[in-house]
């Protein structure tokens, strides 16, 4: 069993910049996606970025031009850099881990979500 911590989360001002932190613990396994999803209210769960253990990356339409994802394979961590910030990126930001195929698809561990707001 696999749990997602993430932390980074908060207030940040229109045009300001925000990193994301995801850490897996427990039986990682040796072939593990990972990423994020965002989740505003009244609205569906929308892939964000997703990259594999070797590298290989995908971005959410809407968020392709100001976020860049990235890990650590050594202590299983993934971040979510964003900048460029519009309200329109508030949402809960959920870590998301699995062997799942394909690759993009959404995987099977999931964590509590952090809170992301962008407002003045």
């Known amino acids: 069993q696999v749990q997602l911590v993430e932390s980074g989360g908060g207030l940040v001002q229109p045009g300001g910049s925000l990193r994301l932190s995801c850490a897996a613990s427990?039986?990682?396994?040796?072939?593990?996606?990972m990423g994020w999803y965002r989740q505003a209210p009244g609205k569906q769960r929308d892939m964000v970025a997703v990259?594999?253990?070797?590298?290989?990356?995908m971005y959410g339409d809407s968020v392709v031009d100001h976020v860049k994802i990235s890990r650590e394979n050594a202590n299983n961590t993934v971040y979510l850099d964003m900048n460029n910030l519009t309200p329109e990126d508030t949402a809960v930001y959920f870590c998301n881990g699995g062997s799942s195929s394909p690759w993009w698809s959404p995987g099977d561990d999931w964590g509590q979500g952090t809170q992301v707001t962008v407002s003045s």
């Open positions: 990259i594999t253990t070797d590298g290989s990356l």
């Open positions: 427990g039986s990682v396994p040796s072939i593990y996606h």
